[in-house]
């Protein structure tokens, strides 16, 4: 397929995700099993068509005064991968698989020195206007600069895992894919998004990553999973385990001694988490699935709790454009009043001295200072460790960046920390 095809293919994917209100995956799968003749490259193509339409959805509806499907895809082609009005009129002219020809008005619009003259904040930060009002209380001046790091394409972070390998012979292994280390986790390597049609890599087929010396994870899920400070030798609940992905970075900064229960209200989401232990040679994590009593034993005995709680996933909006504008603010609610109960919950395993890591992976006031200062006026036995020193602790001297939040939190975001966007505040609890 030549690149109009591609962009009729990606259009009528984005109009099935929006009249059937299907996910973007769901809608890219459905249209590739119905186009057997498609190959990978162009699922590739028309898949980075439809993400990079989804990221900037408002300002390029904006340029092109419309946000039907056709408008986003053109305006992309042309503001995003370089395409002009006029190499688009020759390549339409020359396939027949091209959607209809550029109208004079979208000749216009696509032509337009300044595409967002006029245009709103919200809009030039590609947010929903009620988004942006809370992202300017919590980030002041820097909540557009920060809104527009949510719309770049997201590289391909992994994290050597240091249980079976380091992060030298990692980049050597991979070194067909071109890795570059950090930029923030120490064991993080970064294969970086390519332009227009880039594929990203299948990491999963790669002998590096089937014998466990590499795991693909943000380095914000990295970098937070370091500043819960485990030790080796600590006793550890991982309260919302998930399918594991911080469990196993925790094993390896304990060096496998010490003692993880990884735990998850929900059977299904840890279901994976069997196979990645066995794979990374964790060999310190008891996995305990949901069971009335399955924590009974671990009330008051933790060095360390970790809450990676529920959360919107407004951190991971590079990854996820659609759930950008399909979050309400009752969506948001709903997940705030489940942090409260979680975090209540963790609160007893604390044992006297122990400390407590609030995560998300999420940019939402809401969720994050706002959820810990909660927390703390409820549990006076508990104080905040300040996320500076906790910074300093682990990057000192690197010159790698957060933002530091008003209660004592640490905030990275794309913007600041390259990274996606996570929350973490550690609270300690009295002796
Ligand atoms: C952000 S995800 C965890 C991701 C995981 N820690 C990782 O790093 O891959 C949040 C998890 O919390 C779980 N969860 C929701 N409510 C819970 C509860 N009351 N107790 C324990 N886990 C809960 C969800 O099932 C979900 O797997």
């Not at 503001?79 to 000749?107: K, M, N």
């Not at 997201?154 to 292994?173: F, H, I, T």
């Not at 923030?184 to 970064?190: E, K, M, V």
């Amino acid at each position: 397929m030549r690149l109009p095809g591609r962009m009729a293919a990606a259009i009528a994917v984005l109009e099935d995700i929006e009249s059937h209100r299907r996910p973007v995956a769901e809608a890219l799968k459905a249209w590739g099993l119905a186009n057997r003749f498609a190959g990978a490259g162009d699922r590739a193509a028309i898949g980075n068509l439809v993400y990079d339409g989804l990221r900037r959805k408002r300002s390029h509806g904006w340029a092109m005064q419309s946000e039907a499907a056709r408008a986003l895809v053109l305006s992309v082609v042309v503001r995003e991968w370089g395409e002009s009005p006029e190499s688009l009129a020759t390549l339409f002219a020359d396939d027949p698989h091209a959607p209809a020809a550029l109208s004079p008005d979208e000749v216009a619009r696509l032509s337009a020195t300044d595409p967002l003259a006029g245009a709103p904040a919200a809009v030039v930060a590609d947010l929903p206007d009620w988004i942006a009002a809370l992202l300017e209380i919590s980030l002041g001046h820097d909540w557009i600069v920060e809104g527009q790091g949510l719309t770049g394409r997201p590289p391909l972070d992994l994290r050597a895992n240091l249980l079976k390998s380091d992060r030298a012979r990692v980049m050597k292994a991979l070194s067909r894919f071109s890795p570059q280390e950090g930029p923030t986790s120490p064991w993080g390597l970064r294969l970086a998004a390519g332009p227009r049609d880039a594929r990203t890599p299948n990491v999963l087929t790669d002998e590096a990553w089937l014998k466990g010396w590499v795991e693909v994870q943000d380095q914000g899920s990295q970098v937070v999973s370091l500043l819960c400070g485990v030790q080796p030798g600590e006793q550890v609940l991982d309260l919302c385990a998930g399918a594991g992905g911080k469990t196993l970075a925790l094993a390896a900064l304990m060096g496998n001694k010490g003692q993880i229960f990884a735990h998850d209200s929900d059977r299904t989401r840890l279901a994976p988490i069997y196979d990645r232990l066995k794979r990374a040679g964790v060999r310190n994590v008891q996995v305990r699935p949901p069971a009335e009593t399955a924590l009974d034993d671990l009330v008051g005995r933790m060095d360390r709790v970790v809450v990676d709680a529920p959360c919107t996933g407004s951190g991971t909006w590079r990854r996820q454009p659609h759930a950008k504008w399909k979050l309400t603010p009752e969506q948001l609610a709903l997940r705030v009043a489940e942090q409260q109960q979680i975090l209540d919950d963790a609160a007893r395993f604390v044992k006297p001295g122990g400390s407590l890591a609030y995560i998300t992976c999420s940019v939402l006031p809401d969720e994050n200072g706002a959820q810990a200062q909660a927390f703390l006026a409820r549990h006076p036995e508990f104080r905040v460790v300040p996320g500076h020193g906790l910074w300093h602790k682990a990057f000192g001297g690197s010159g790698a960046r957060a933002r530091f939040t008003a209660e004592g939190g640490i905030l990275l975001t794309p913007a600041t920390t390259g990274t996606d966007g996570f929350y973490i505040a550690r609270f300690e609890r009295a002796q």
